[in-house]
């Protein structure tokens, strides 16, 4: 007991480290904006008589401009300091409060791990980074609520927090009526009584303020930016994006905006009833951000704090709400999802469907389910040692015999895959040095008497068939090859797709190394060689363009070669697991062929692949250190699989264990 309690001391202290790194980072962030123009970003006239909306950029509620106007009055840099310290203790206080919300009974291992690891999450996730610019008060409101709800004492006291939460967002009233339909009628009464008085009082200070956020943009829609922008992460902002107008948009808006709070305010009070107060709480703000008028992405950390929520019955299956949350509120949307037309709509409101997915689809478990302590539990083989004895086979690696879910693959490899285009993209690209060594692989290359690519790529550029073919080649089967043996690995053979993702992973990962150190100038952007780019075309290396590739990708990205790595990494699992010699003649002939189109096309030199093969080569290389022989991972594959148990048999467990 005192080791574990040790380590989970010591890495406690480390997150609490981590996240007050980030919350340095961010203020670094924010405190670089000169005084002048963070005190614009305000966007509030200096003096007290003036109109909040007059330039169009206010977008809080009259009684919030109440509130923020006189802070205007103190030295732009001691606001800046103090405004960004104040927001992310706010942020810190929100991760302290919602993980003492957390359901009983808490695993000690969570109850102290959790608040480090929220407040972490939340510092890097997209709603705090632009909540920490000046005028956003959207952390204030998620910390009245949470105190109201959980830490203060007293039904007025938490009535006054939540009603004052609502005058500053005004669709946070949604949580009177979960209040009134879980049994705390004082509270509510106090919310709905404390908003009407802040809502009174800016009428009466600002009055014509207030005519025009309330009646003239009803509600403060349009105020900020056109209420179609990407930043309104609103049902009424989506609907707006997908092209409808007037009042048909109107009245679809209306419908749908009653549909999801009565849904969502459904499942938030069957839950609190459940003993998920928290996950309510989480519920009721994604509905309040989503059918308000305008919900702006700074205010969406409601989602964030969903992940309290528990989804699916198998242990394997846990990770992945959580870490479709993490991910959507962390990365940009692009990174998520691939730049194509027809993924737009899903793409320029992912905030909005995670909103709305923990609001009103994702089947959160109820306590009283026999999964909600003991999921169906993982299968994992048994421990088999690598082949060097000196490398024994690390503890972190379990095989997993089960399939992995679906959806945490793809999110894993569509996020991965990003992550190596943005990395790949922002290596050196210095033109000099990229030229430089490529003279310096030619000359290696003739010393060796491998230098063939001026031989072939004449070759091919005087047989057009052959050209064709090649070109082909090049372009269309990069991506499609490694993308079908994984998804048939998969499918079929779900032991050998985690030793296949693995070391394919692990190649790509290397190879990014080699992009970073050595840049390099492939044959058809070294001036003066006579090689001819025969995929994109005649190159003016005087001015290069590279092609329309040049915008997304690095074209001095050549070492490794990838096009070469990946193909032969197909080549090789194909021949282990194809069951017929002549698949198993395709997977080896495909690198092959690779390596022809790499080298004709003036794409890549021949030292560029043996670089490939490098990589592929440590990439498996390093799986079998890990996990040991691939052999043995098959027989502890085909080992029984214990049957998952019956809910009738968990429930009477789970019974006993609270008894």
């Given at each position: 007991m005192g080791g574990d309690s040790g380590r989970l001391g010591a890495a406690r202290l480390l997150l609490w480290a981590l996240a007050g790194v980030l919350a340095v980072r961010q203020a670094a962030v924010v405190l670089r904006v000169p005084p002048g123009e963070w005190l614009s970003g305000f966007h509030l006239p200096g003096a007290l008589p003036g109109s909040l909306y007059d330039a169009g950029q206010f977008t809080g509620t009259p009684f919030a401009g109440l509130v923020l106007k006189p802070f205007l009055g103190l030295a732009a840099p001691s606001l800046e300091v103090a405004w960004t310290c104040v927001t992310l203790l706010f942020v810190a206080a929100v991760g302290l409060v919602a993980a003492r919300g957390l359901p009983d009974p808490v695993p000690r291992r969570t109850a102290l791990l959790a608040a480090p690891v929220l407040v972490g999450l939340m510092m890097v996730s997209l709603p705090v980074r632009e909540a920490a610019?000046?005028?956003?008060?959207?952390?204030?409101?998620?910390?009245?609520?949470?105190?109201?709800?959980?830490?203060?004492?007293?039904?007025?006291?938490?009535?006054?927090?939540?009603?004052?939460?609502?005058?500053?967002?005004?669709?946070?009233?949604?949580?009177?009526?979960?209040?009134?339909?879980?049994?705390?009628?004082?509270?509510?009464?106090?919310?709905?009584?404390?908003?009407?008085?802040?809502?009174?009082?800016?009428?009466?200070?600002?009055?014509?303020?207030?005519?025009?956020?309330?009646?003239?943009?009803?509600?403060?829609?349009?105020?900020?930016?056109?209420?179609?922008?990407?930043?309104?992460?609103?049902?009424?902002?989506?609907?707006?994006?997908?092209?409808?107008?007037?009042?048909?948009?109107?009245?679809?808006?209306?419908?749908?905006?009653?549909?999801?709070?009565?849904?969502?305010?459904?499942?938030?009070?069957?839950?609190?009833?459940?003993?998920?107060?928290?996950?309510?709480?989480?519920?009721?703000?994604?509905?309040?951000?989503?059918?308000?008028?305008?919900?702006?992405?700074?205010?969406?950390?409601?989602?964030?704090?969903?992940?309290?929520?528990?989804?699916?019955?198998?242990?394997?299956?846990?990770?992945?709400?959580?870490?479709?949350?993490?991910?959507?509120?962390?990365?940009?949307?692009?990174?998520?999802?691939?730049?194509?037309?027809?993924?737009?709509?899903?793409?320029?409101?992912?905030?909005?469907?995670?909103?709305?997915?923990?609001?009103?689809?994702?089947?959160?478990?109820?306590?009283?389910?026999?999964?909600?302590?003991?999921?169906?539990?993982?299968?994992?083989?048994?421990?088999?040692?690598a082949r060097w004895s000196r490398v024994p086979l690390m503890p972190f690696w379990r095989r997993v015999l089960s399939r992995p879910n679906l959806l945490l693959e793809l999110l894993l490899i569509r996020v991965g895959y990003s992550m190596y285009s943005h990395i790949r993209a922002a290596a050196p690209t210095s033109r000099s040095l990229a030229e430089g060594n490529g003279s310096q692989i030619h000359g290696i290359e003739r010393a060796l008497g491998i230098d063939i690519e001026h031989a072939v790529n004449q070759a091919v550029v005087n047989t057009p068939w052959l050209e064709k073919f090649f070109n082909f080649y090049y372009t269309s089967f990069h991506f499609v090859v490694p993308l079908t043996i994984l998804a048939v690995l998969y499918w079929r053979r779900p032991g050998d797709y985690r030793w296949a993702r693995a070391s394919l992973g692990l190649a790509t990962l290397l190879a990014l190394v080699g992009f970073w150190l050595y840049p390099l100038a492939p044959p058809r952007l070294m001036p003066g060689l006579g090689f001819i780019d025969t995929v994109h075309g005649p190159q003016d290396l005087a001015h290069p363009q590279y092609g329309a590739m040049t915008a997304i990708s690095n074209q001095y990205a050549a070492m490794p070669s990838l096009h070469f790595g990946w193909s032969l990494w197909c080549g090789i699992v194909i021949v282990v697991l194809a069951p017929k010699a002549w698949q198993k003649l395709l997977g080896a002939l495909h690198p092959l062929i690779t390596v022809c189109a790499i080298v004709a096309t003036a794409n890549h030199w021949v030292l560029d692949a043996v670089g490939g093969a490098v990589v592929v080569s440590a990439g498996f290389g390093l799986v079998y250190v890990l996990s040991g022989p691939r052999g043995a991972v098959q027989a502890a594959a085909g080992a029984a699989v214990p049957k998952p148990r019956e809910p009738e048999r968990v429930g009477a467990a789970a019974t006993r264990s609270r008894a």
């Open positions: 610019s000046p005028g956003q008060t959207a952390v204030l409101p998620v910390l009245l609520v949470l105190l109201a709800v959980f830490r203060v004492p007293g039904e007025r006291a938490s009535g006054f927090l939540l009603g004052f939460a609502a005058a500053l967002q005004p669709a946070l009233l949604l949580f009177a009526p979960l209040l009134w339909l879980t049994g705390r009628r004082p509270t509510a009464r106090a919310a709905a009584v404390t908003f009407a008085a802040a809502t009174a009082l800016s009428w009466a200070a600002l009055p014509r303020d207030s005519w025009t956020y309330w009646v003239h943009h009803l509600a403060g829609t349009g105020l900020g930016g056109a209420p179609g922008g990407l930043a309104n992460q609103s049902v009424h902002g989506a609907l707006l994006r997908f092209g409808l107008s007037g009042p048909v948009e109107v009245l679809l808006y209306v419908v749908l905006a009653a549909g999801i709070a009565w849904l969502g305010l459904r499942r938030a009070v069957r839950y609190a009833r459940d003993g998920q107060l928290l996950l309510a709480v989480a519920i009721t703000g994604c509905v309040a951000v989503a059918v308000a008028p305008t919900g702006w992405r700074h205010q969406l950390l409601w989602v964030l704090l969903a992940v309290a929520g528990k989804v699916g019955r198998r242990a394997a299956d846990r990770p992945v709400w959580p870490v479709a949350v993490v991910l959507a509120m962390t990365l940009p949307s692009d990174v998520l999802l691939p730049n194509l037309a027809a993924l737009a709509p899903v793409r320029d409101n992912v905030l909005l469907l995670a909103a709305l997915a923990a609001a009103c689809a994702v089947p959160f478990l109820p306590r009283s389910s026999p999964y909600w302590r003991e999921p169906v539990p993982t299968a994992y083989g048994r421990p088999a040692a």
